[in-house]
């Protein structure tokens, strides 16, 4: 029996010394991915101004990024594509062209750094559509599963074609993680993973997002028919099991901090890697409290962080990244 004052539990906190020692979870920079814009142009910057602080760049810029992550160690980045009004259209068929501005993306991180850093892309059809939607919709606006399967199977072997190292679906259609699976085997990318956004929430933290792929303004309602009801717990762990049994190599769960029970028994579950995306809304939020004098931006980047790991994430998506990385000496 432990009981006071034999036990002190304020003892090992006594120093910092001994508060290192003692500390069970710690965050590095090896695990963060680092979430980057991408938009048309040369020597391109345009800041997001619902994300201070983050900037699309373009493919040029892209790659600057990529070599200051390598020397920051962080390991790997996510790419989104603002792509051009007169690109995108009804069905988002612009995914599917190997000289999109994603593709260029890819293979000029891949020239630059190779393997020297891994780069994750988005599946979904959201920042190609007219509309805004993840994927193909009919008459009434409904996003229709299995037509928008097939063009995601062409978006990830696109991509994969072009150097991706993780495919990344965000678009919550039933069975793709086993169709994109098995399409990649079939053209070889064997070493290509996928790490699926298994449990993504239909969240109001996404906003700042759709202004970053240029999207929010086409968007009519919603995306509640695909992506999951914030009060479910247990049909996370569902879409969790069954992308594993298609094949994704490691699972997503989005957005972070206001689901970090997810992420913490989606761990518990199946002991797989789980990441968390610490999203655009989160990332404002905290920017939002920092602009306002009510915050210490370090101190609560590195918080949030730490708190991720400790509740078994593997590591988390955050636009955080960079900086975070500095705070932690690298
Ligand atoms: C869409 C996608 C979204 C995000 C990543 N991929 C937004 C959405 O589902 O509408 C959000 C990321 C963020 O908010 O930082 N496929």
Redesign the pocket.
């Known amino acids: 029996m432990t009981s006071y004052p034999m036990t002190r539990l304020r003892r090992t906190r006594a120093t910092a010394w001994s508060r290192a020692m003692h500390r069970e979870v710690l965050v590095t920079p090896a695990d963060l991915i680092w979430?980057l814009f991408v938009t048309e142009g040369e020597g391109v910057e345009d800041p997001i101004s619902s994300l201070p602080g983050v900037s699309r760049w373009s493919v040029d810029g892209i790659v600057a990024r990529a070599r200051e992550a390598v020397a920051l160690g962080i390991p790997c980045l996510a790419l989104?594509p603002n792509t051009q009004p007169d690109r995108r259209s009804e069905d988002g068929r612009e995914a599917l062209n190997p000289d999109n501005l994603m593709c260029r993306a890819i293979r000029a991180i891949k020239d630059a750094c190779g393997n020297d850093i891994g780069v994750l892309t988005?599946v979904?059809?959201?920042?190609y559509t007219s509309h805004?939607q993840?994927g193909l919709i009919d008459g009434e606006g409904y996003v229709l599963n299995d037509r928008t399967v097939e063009v995601l199977v062409g978006q990830s072997l696109n991509q994969a074609a072009a150097g991706a190292d993780i495919i990344a679906p965000?678009?919550m259609m039933d069975g793709r993680i086993g169709a994109i699976r098995e399409a990649l085997e079939d053209a070889g990318h064997v070493n290509v993973q996928i790490m699926s956004?298994a449990a993504?929430y239909a969240?109001a933290?996404?906003?700042?997002?759709?202004d970053?792929?240029g999207?929010r303004g086409l968007?009519k309602g919603d995306?509640k028919t695909y992506?999951m009801d914030p009060g479910n717990a247990e049909e996370a762990l569902r879409e969790v099991e069954m992308d594993l049994a298609e094949g994704a190599d490691s699972v997503m769960v989005?957005?972070g901090l206001p689901y970090l029970d997810i992420a913490c028994r989606v761990k518990q579950a199946f002991g797989v890697p789980v990441f968390a995306?610490?999203?655009?809304?989160?990332?404002a939020m905290i920017e939002a409290a920092v602009a306002a004098g009510a915050a210490d931006r370090d101190a609560m980047v590195l918080e949030t962080l730490v708190a991720f790991k400790r509740a078994g994430c593997s590591g988390v998506?955050t636009?955080h990244a960079a900086h975070a990385a500095r705070l932690m000496g690298a």
């Open positions: 979430p989104f988005d979904a059809l959201d920042p805004g993840d965000s678009d956004y993504k969240s933290f996404y906003g700042p997002f759709r970053a792929v999207s968007l995306k992506q989005k957005p995306y610490q999203v655009s809304g989160e990332y998506l636009y």
